[in-house]
């Protein structure tokens, strides 16, 4: 089974999507706190990373550079949630090598399956929609 | 433009507008020998006695000098008497004088001289130190070298002899009696006009000085060589320059420096003789907005005024503002998206969701819908409170009550948290006529907040006392406290504890206090003794029924 960390201090949006991932048999695991994330990710081991921008404790532009600064981490995919649509902080994300970005608000749950599975390339890219700015 | 432009604009036209009265009423010369017989003269000696009386005013209105404003005789003198030369002494302190001459082309350096003596040998004073001027083109050897006739005439402030004036000619028998008394009358007009001047000048010139020390703008005035004339205790706050002496272009000039060239911008301003206004002009994490603006005087632009506006806490505000909309639109979008996506997830997965997982989703909507409620109430609140809308439903309430029930609605939540919440309430206060509801709110405010805030193992406290024609209601807590800073900032609209994880707009505290307010008493927070803050809100005893026993 496949791995999804999601790192999101809204225990009831995390529930939104956890649901739905779980119906689609992946793993969830949860981490609300940003000085835990990177952690998290050390000890999940996921095989993607959906991270919110505003965190408690550290912010998750901050959390994605300290990912791919460390060699270990580098490759893991992440795909950020944001609830801003803040352009700056979506550039910044995809300049430090998110995957993607995909607005909280926007998020229809099935949508958030097809999109996991695309990244964790189980479906052809021609089936979902690509977000781009 | 600027209010405080106006006013410094106002206040300077005011100035020059009162000079120009003193010198429009004209005070008549005679000169009894001569009287004109034809119009033309007449006008002519007319004419230059305004010009003359002008040209005083206008020198004395810039120096207070009375040298400076003598000077301006030699047209009046000119246009109603021959003379080689003229020539004063005054004494400006009790060992120093002044000794002017005006001379005529021709007239000697030994004439000059001749004069010079006549007249300082009158102060009577062996230790004068005299500072001299000669104006004119003394041509030593071979001019004239001396005078024949002369009048000299002790010049008087009021009733004290500063000085002599002397008019001299190299023939004998130049003048008459008409003649000094002319002078005579000349140089009374002159001195009574003086000193008329000068009391005017200083009162308003100290009136001046009043107003603009005391404006928060900082001002500055410069005359054509970039002098600075005037500025204001404002200016050395605004920019941290200060100087013994005032400040000076060169430090004004490098303070500026990194938005603009002072300099270059004064000369612009006083070769244009249009204003210029710089706005936003970021320096030392300040704001300001600048203004350089010409300030005539008759025809001739001879001064340019600066007015330096501090405008940091505007753009804060603006700021604040503006991260409070991208704060409440955040706060309104985040149930909302809550509630979209259990919406989708039940409209999509309904047949694969057990009915436990339904309901707890439905209990989720309750949740997001609550609190999109309350924020959505919260910002009308406020909007009430600040537009003074705010309307009280009085009833006859039971405080004792009132202030239990808000703590048993609130002991599940504190038990949760380990925290204790203890009552300590005045048996002697009974009914008050409140506004219940609201009241309430304020109570929930402060306790959800105190709970919020409270580490485990603390304790609340909820405390009623009478306090003089007061009810002092306070909720205290044993968290780590409200900083000084924040005490007062706490209840204003777009501020929230910054180290606070409070979600929320931040808006309890403004709405509490406006409540408060409405009911005739205050609300503030206070240090905990010996931990934590305090806030403790008071409500008039008026109308409150005593408990009789």
């Known amino acids: 089974m496949r791995k999804i960390l999601i790192v999101e201090d809204d225990t009831a949006l995390y529930n939104v999507y956890s649901t739905q991932l779980k119906l689609n048999n992946y793993e969830v695991v949860n981490v609300s706190d940003g000085m835990l994330a990177v952690d998290a990710v050390r000890t999940e081991n996921p095989d993607l990373i959906l991270l919110d921008v505003m965190l408690p404790g550290r912010n998750g532009l901050e959390i994605l550079e300290e990912l791919k600064a460390d060699e270990e981490l580098a490759s893991k995919k992440v795909v950020m949630l944001t609830n801003y649509g803040d352009d700056s ?43 781009n700015i | ?67 400076d404003a003598l000077e301006a005789l030699n047209s009046v003198l000119l246009a109603n008497l021959t003379f080689d030369a003229f020539a004063y002494v005054i004494q400006t302190s009790e060992t120093k004088a002044i000794f002017k001459c005006v001379a005529n082309v021709g007239v000697s350096k030994d004439y000059v001289a001749s004069l010079k003596n006549e007249l300082v040998i009158r102060l009577d004073n062996p230790q004068i130190e005299l500072e001299e001027y000669v104006v004119g083109a003394p041509t030593g050897a071979g001019g004239i070298s001396k005078f024949a006739s002369r009048l000299i005439i002790p010049l008087k402030n009021k009733d004290t002899l500063v000085g002599y004036f002397s008019i001299t000619h190299k023939n004998a028998n130049t003048f008459d009696s008409q003649d000094e008394a002319f002078i005579v009358d000349v140089l009374d007009t002159t001195l009574s006009h003086l000193i008329n001047l000068k009391d005017v000048i200083e009162r308003e010139k100290a009136k001046f000085r009043t107003m603009v020390d005391s404006m928060t703008d900082g001002v500055v005035m410069f005359d054509g060589d970039f002098k600075v004339l005037v500025d204001n205790p404002a200016l ?37 003789n249009t204003p210029k206004d710089f706005d936003n002009v970021n320096l030392d994490d300040k704001y300001f907005e600048i203004a350089l603006i010409p300030i005539r005087n008759g025809d001739s632009l001879s001064r340019v005024g600066m007015i330096v506006y501090d405008k940091t806490q505007e753009k804060e505000l603006e700021k604040l503002r503006r991260d409070f909309s991208a704060m409440v639109i955040h706060e309104l979008r985040s149930p ?22 339904k309901n707890e989703f439905l209990v989720q909507i309750k949740a997001s819908t609550d609190a999109l409620l309350d924020k959505v ?66 109570l929930d405010n402060l306790l959800s907040n ?27 807590d044993t968290g780590k406290g409200v900083s000084d800073d924040l005490k007062s900032r706490i209840f204003e609209r777009y501020v929230q504890g910054k180290d606070s994880q409070a979600k929320g707009t931040g808006l309890g505290l403004v709405i509490a206090r406006g409540i408060i307010e409405a009911h005739g008493g205050n609300l503030w927070v206070e240090d905990n003794i010996p931990q934590g803050a305090k806030f403790v809100f008071t409500l008039p005893k008026a109308g409150m029924e005593m408990s009789s026993q």
């Not at chain 1, 964790?120 to 977000?131: K, M, P, R």
């Not at chain 2, 209010?3 to 300077?12: E, M, Q, R, S």
């Not at chain 2, 919020?452 to 209601?473: L, Y």
């Open chain 2, 450 to 476: 105190a709970i919020k805030h409270t580490p485990q193992g603390g304790t609340i406290t909820i405390r009623s006392e009478v306090n003089g024609s007061n009810v002092d209601i306070s909720v205290a």
């Open chain 2, 236 to 272: 050395y706050k605004l920019t941290g320059i200060q100087d013994s002496i005032g400040v000076n272009i060169m430090d004004l000039d490098s303070y500026f420096a990194p938005a603009f060239s002072l300099r270059e911008e004064l000369s612009a301003v006083f070769t244009t």
């Open chain 1, 89 to 131: 902080n979506i550039r910044k994300a995809l300049d430090l090598g998110a995957e993607d970005y995909m607005l909280k608000y926007n998020i229809v749950p099935s949508e958030l399956s097809e999109k996991v599975a695309h990244y964790l390339g189980e479906v052809q890219s021609s089936d979902v929609t690509l977000t």
């Open chain 2, 1 to 67: 433009m600027l209010p405080a432009v106006a006013i410094f604009l106002g206040f300077l036209v005011l100035l020059s507008g009162l000079a120009l009265f003193i010198s429009l009423k004209k005070i008549s010369l005679k000169r009894p020998h001569s009287i004109p017989e034809n119009i033309q003269k007449k006008a002519d000696k007319a004419m230059a006695e305004n010009n003359y009386l002008d040209a005083v005013t206008e020198k004395y209105s810039v120096s207070l000098s009375l040298p």
């Open chain 2, 336 to 357: 909302l998206t809550v509630i979209k996506g259990i919406s989708d997830l039940l409209l999509t997965q309904a047949d694969r969701l057990s009915l436990e997982q």
């Open chain 2, 377 to 442: 109430n919260d910002l009308l609140d406020a909007a009430k409170i600040e537009s003074g809308k705010i309307e009280l439903f009085k009833s006859d309430v039971d405080i004792a009550n009132l202030l239990e029930s808000t703590k048993y609605y609130y002991d599940t939540l504190a038990q949760q948290n380990g925290i204790q919440i203890v009552m300590k309430l005045d048996s002697a206060i009974n009914h008050m006529r409140l506004d219940e509801k609201k009241i309430r709110q304020v």
